[in-house]
């Protein structure tokens, strides 16, 4: 038998596929690693512009618990101390995130913990139900009708496309409700931006590994599987099976660049635009997430969109119909020995940064293991 050129074919080279190909690397595998668009990178992609690195699949915040995790990147940029504290805007005031004693003064007044609890407790008691069926009673339940009316209900069914009502209520978990005058988005150990954007991170991945852009797996699929013994799938699912069981639902994204002859449009990486009345959810100047002086600046307006199969599929609407269709497609590609399935797309899992590493760091474990590679 002829040997083949590559150990594996790594079909996406987004942080998935390049933490991948870079561990095998390290094993003495040789990998190829191809994406369909014209730059590696995947989704935490970065496009200079005037000197400012414009995040150009949506605002990318580096953070993390999990030390091993956070040695990992440090191994390839080093990171600044960007701690990721939105604004919001609602009915023309503004307010800080994520929802703590800044926030509460800003809407009530309140002053002390004490207070803004008795107001909070005062109004889950009101509005609130006992077993919430939608994110609308999730909400009123968790944290009352002020705070779902400002700054919950309209961005979020903007975000959706949905009314509160018929959304899941597990999408807010996401929310932290906070007693402190802590403006950080997050409560992660380790936060940052690395510096000169994620493109290092990548470049530092896939240093001295071959890989081809604008190549698109299916179009030459017969040609690029000859070349490999296995194939790493980082793309969607159910288009590697040719979407036999149906297709997965996304919701989709629209940026709008616009560059300024400013140099501070808004004084903050992340605005959140809450009221109904503005298409977008939010704007990001980009700037701001390296501390940037440069005498321009880049906004971007994010706009939520349906999605179709021409569009980039950003969230993956994970209800039961979805779950339904994916564990079909899952069952599936269980029983492809020569193929393995990971990253956000191929799992159908709405993934952060640090998670998706460490799920290709574990699949590049459980190989090595079975192939006595370590
Ligand atoms: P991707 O980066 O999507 O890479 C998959 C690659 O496969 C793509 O480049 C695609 O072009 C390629 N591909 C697909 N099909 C084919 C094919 N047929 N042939 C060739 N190539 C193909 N995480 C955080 O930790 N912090 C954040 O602040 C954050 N913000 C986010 C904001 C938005 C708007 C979104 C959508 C995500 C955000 N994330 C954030 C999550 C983060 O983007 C992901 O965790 C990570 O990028 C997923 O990496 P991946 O390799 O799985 O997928
Ligand atoms: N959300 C909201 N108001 C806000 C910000 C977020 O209601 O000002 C809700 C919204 O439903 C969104 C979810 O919280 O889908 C998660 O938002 P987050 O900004 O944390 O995540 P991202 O959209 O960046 O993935």
Redesign the pocket.
Known sequence: MIEKKYDFLIVGAGLFGSVFAHEMTKRNKRCLVIDKRDHLGGNVYCEEKDGINVHKY??HIFHTNDKKIWDYVNQFATFNNYINS?I?L?KGKMYN??FNMNTFYQLWGTKTPEEAKAKIDEQIAKYGTKSPQN?EEQ?LSLVGKDIYET??????EK??GKKATE?PAF??K??PVRYTFNNN?FNDVYQGIPIGGYNVIIDGLLKDIDTKTSIDFFENRTELEALAEKVVYTGKIDEFFNYKFGQLEYRSLRFENETLDIDNYQGNA?V?Y?DAEYEF??IIEHKHFEFGKQSKTIITREYPENWDTGKEAY?PINNDENQEIFKKYKEESLKLKHVIFGGRLAEYR?YDMHQIIASALKKVDEISKVEGLD
């Open positions: 949506g605002a939105p919001s609602s995130l994520p994110l909400a700054f919950i209900k309209e961005y979020t975000q959706w959304l999408i807010i996401r929310l988005y992340v959140n809450n959810t939010r969230y709405y």
